[in-house]
């Protein structure tokens, strides 16, 4: 499994391509203009991708700036955790508040993800669903156990955890969230972000103040 990152709009939100083969997912489409996705349309295009998924860690706007985007574009599913459904509503509002536009999906338009719930890429990678609620009320996670890889999305940062003061979000949640779900992985597992750098579960276990 090979990995591509992308940095996009205002809020600096992490943007990952995970491929095996043709086969590619996107985690968390943050992207926020044309121009933008273009940067990740050349990249699919050099590498000779195919979009199969769109995964959202959780659903506040920043983070699924392109979901509606995408789906069009490459016909692909959208995932989520069904808890997160109603800021699907205000990615429009939120936008607006940056000087930006955006056009959310319907509910109906995401397929729902669950704990333990196992994805296929390609043809032999493995990815399981971990629910992390906390900075929202379905934060996700998504694990490669062969790869030893997370994507946490905004539940743990290099140093640092979620935010939990906007509407949903819970402090002794995500705690709980990251010390049963997370901090059990592997020591090795290198943990992807929704913002700032990666960082690796044993780092965070030993460093992190929150912690």
Known sequence: MKIKSFSFNPLSTNCYVVYEGEDAWII?????SQQEFSRLKQFLLSENLQVSKVLCTHLHFDHIFGAKMAAEHFSCDVYAHINDEAWLAEV?????????????????????????DTLLLGESTNALVLEVPGHSQGGLAFYFPDE???????????????RTDLP??????????????????????????GHGPSTSIAHEKTNNPFL
């Open 28 to 32: 968390d489409p943050s992207f926020c």
């Open 92 to 116: 429009s509002r939120y936008a607006n508040m940056f000087g930006l536009e955006a056009e959310g999906l319907a509910p109906g338009e995401i397929k729902h993800l669950y704990q333990d």
């Open 148 to 162: 030893n890889i997370v994507f946490a999305g905004d539940s743990l940062f290099a140093g640092s955890i979620g």
């Open 168 to 193: 949903g979000g819970d402090y002794s949640t995500l705690i709980d969230s990251i010390r049963q779900r997370l901090l059990g992985l592997p020591d090795l597992t290198t943990v992807y972000c």
